[in-house]
Nanobody, 129 residues
Framework: QVHLVESGGGSVQAGGSLRLSCAASSYTWSNFCLGWFRQAPGNGREGVATIYTGGGSPTYADSVKGRFTISQDNANNTVYLQMNSLEPEDTAVYYC??????????????????????WGQGTQVTVSS
C-alpha cells in the first residue's frame, strides 16, 4: 500500500509564495511517477507538475510554467512543489499522487490524473487578490 501525506497549504495574497510537501512511504520511492494535481470547486482534477523518481525532466502544465517548481528529496522520500507568483486562479485543493505505471519518452511522467492510482488527502491553497 502506498501512503502519501501532503502539507504546506494555506492562504496567501496574490504574488506570494507557498511550498507544498508530500511525504511518501519509503518502499514506494523507486521508479515511481510523482505528481501534483489540483481541483477547484466545479472543476475537474488538473495536472500541475510531475517528476520521475528515477531521474529525468519534470513536466508542467502551461498555466504554471515559470512559476511552479517540482523537486524531490530522495533521502527523505519527499516531493515538493514550490509555488511562486501565485494568482487567485491557483486557488484549489492540491493533491499529491504516485504511480509506478507507464512513462513517456525520456521518462516523462504524464499530467493526466488517470495515470495515477495512489493519492494523498489534499491540502487547500487559497490565493486572494
Amino acid at each position: 500500500q502506498v501512503h502519501l501525506v501532503e502539507s504546506g497549504g494555506g492562504s496567501v495574497q496574490a504574488g506570494g509564495s507557498l511550498r507544498l510537501s508530500c511525504a511518501a512511504s519509503s518502499y514506494t520511492w523507486s521508479n515511481f511517477c510523482l505528481g501534483w494535481f489540483r481541483q477547484a470547486p466545479g472543476n475537474g482534477r488538473e495536472g500541475v507538475a510531475t517528476i520521475y523518481t528515477g531521474g529525468g525532466s519534470p513536466t508542467y502544465a502551461d498555466s504554471v510554467k515559470g512559476r511552479f517548481t517540482i523537486s524531490q528529496d530522495n533521502a527523505n522520500n519527499t516531493v515538493y512543489l514550490q509555488m511562486n507568483s501565485l494568482e487567485p486562479e491557483d486557488t484549489a485543493v492540491y493533491y499529491c499522487a504516485a504511480d509506478p505505471g507507464r512513462r513517456g519518452k525520456n521518462n516523462i511522467c504524464y499530467l493526466s490524473f488517470l495515470e495515477y492510482n495512489y493519492w494523498g488527502q489534499g491540502t487547500q491553497v487559497t490565493v486572494s487578490s
